[in-house]
């Protein structure tokens, strides 16, 4: 009876432990979530959340300071909306070639070369961006200075590559061989047979690869820092612009007062855009075990 | 084998936890400071020769900017505090006091390629204003000038438009968050002008003269190059500084420190 009792305590004390350690994780996002919405509330109260969403000016550190946060988020919403229109393609069809086509050898060395690319520090992808990309877009486009919503694009672009093809050869891995065999059985040809049988079937997780990417493009900072200028600009191609992430990150070391306070709020409505996206993407995750 | 395994991770943590421990319990006294970026380079080697001096003494920078510093001071977070900007009046009034270390003349750096050797200051409010576009209006090729700044809050940024009175009017094209950045990108771009501290501008750019007289430690120190600015340490008025850090403030402003604060390319104040 007692062995029984003492082995039951133990029991309950490692259950203790394994509890408080998973209340860690959730502690931190809790106390992250109150820390920005207590944090970042009183700027928006102040400067008025009409203003301080479709405001077009920002000039924190002026005489009359203004704090209008359109262009951020615009150039956000560009900067993520045309990473995701040069990299989905590459990305995707880039998956379908390794899942389905590409010799066992070359598959192997393509997808360590893909890991690779995800390991690279984001630091890195701006600095080549800095040195090669922003000289070579000046050059290329004939414009003054090559620092651009155009360069933050491509930079993001390559960067949502591993991601989007990770996930989507996953998805398109996992279709069961019936389903091609029935459909090259019937005729069909093995390009008519990805397109028409296994993508489709993949499509939910697809999605994911998608919403995956759009989840790093919108949350990068460090890169698109290095070769988007940071001009408060509202969004124009080959003009300087800054997004959500650097203008909290360029302005946050010397800020004080309500600019520091309207710096929180940016990253609010930054944490916001990425909670929609984790809703999208559980949408995506669930339509997926359903579907399979 | 497990037993064993359990056994080095066991002694691994102690370690750790003796290490941390032994850091706490460290004799000697330490100093820390914390603000601008710009005064890394002049802090930085204060700070090394400091240490050489005296043995089992800490020096911590903290490369946070003017405004993180100074707040940091009042706060109570560091010893001294690093501005690269003299200190406002509401900053006074809330009890800080100013002391003058050095002064750093900023250079206005353009391309190596680029002709103009020479702006006058008002040539230069009215670049960066967008009165001037092209280079061609101020001797140059007919190119259109690039502006490139520092980040809103800069030291540099704050003392390059209170010299040139242009505050709130600069056209920046890109605003960088360092003085590297800046640096590098002029260094890309041929059609680029820049800020930086004298102290960090190298070979990769050119720096003009600014109404005839070439940025130099002498023209600064004298006051002929006019777009300079001072290098302050912040402390609080009504708090006593520790032992060592009084030490070593007593260090950087005596007479003894001024070969080194020349030697990062500023001009000492004494």
Known sequence: ?292 | MKNMKKLIYFVLIATLLLGALAGCAEKGGSVSTDGSTSMEKVIGALGEAFEKNNKNVTFTYNPTGSGSGIKAVLEGRCDIGLSSRSLKEAEKADGLIETVLAYDGIAIIVNPANSVADLTLEQIAEIYTGKITNWNEVGGKDEAIVLIGREAGSGTRDGFESITDTKDACQYRQELTSTGDVITTVASNPNAIGYASLASVKDSVKAISVGGVAPSEATVKDGSYAVQRPFVLVTKKDTKLSATAQKFFDYITSAAANQIITSSGVVPAK
């Open chain 1, 1 to 292: 009876m007692a062995i029984k009792s003492k082995k039951k305590l133990v029991e309950n004390i490692i259950h203790g432990v394994f509890l408080v350690l998973g209340l860690v994780t959730v502690g931190c996002v809790l106390l992250i979530t109150v820390y920005l919405i207590v944090s970042g509330i009183p700027a928006i109260r102040e400067i008025g959340l009409i203003d301080f969403l479709f405001g077009k000016e920002w000039a924190s550190t002026a005489a009359e300071p203004k704090y209008g946060i359109l262009p951020f988020i615009l150039t956000s919403i560009y900067g993520t909306a045309g990473a995701i229109v040069i990299g989905v393609p590459i990305g995707f069809f880039t998956a379908v070639y390794l899942a389905k086509q590409a010799p066992t050898k070359f598959k192997a060395v393509m997808e360590s070369a893909i890991s690779l690319l995800a390991g690279i520090p984001s630091v890195v992808y701006g600095f080549v961006g800095m040195m090669v990309l922003v000289p070579g877009i000046r050059k290329v486009f004939n414009v003054p200075d090559g620092a651009s919503l155009l360069a933050a694009i491509i930079v993001l672009a390559v960067m949502i590559l591993p991601s989007i093809i990770k996930v989507s050869m996953t998805a398109l891995e996992a279709v069961p061989k019936e389903y091609e065999d029935a459909s090259l059985a019937l005729g069909a040809t093995p390009v008519e047979t990805y397109f028409r049988v296994s993508v489709p079937a993949a499509k939910s997780g697809i999605a994911t690869a998608v919403v995956l990417g759009v989840g790093r493009a919108i949350g990068e900072a460090m890169a698109v820092m290095m070769v988007s200028g940071n001009a408060a600009n509202m969004p124009s191609l080959f003009q300087s612009v800054r997004f959500l992430t650097t203008a909290v990150s360029s302005e946050m070391a010397y800020s004080s007062g309500l600019q520091q306070q309207a710096l929180f709020s940016i990253a609010l409505v930054l944490f916001l855009f990425i909670m929609l996206i984790n809703a999208t993407l559980n949408f995506f995750l669930k339509g997926q075990k359903e579907g399979t």
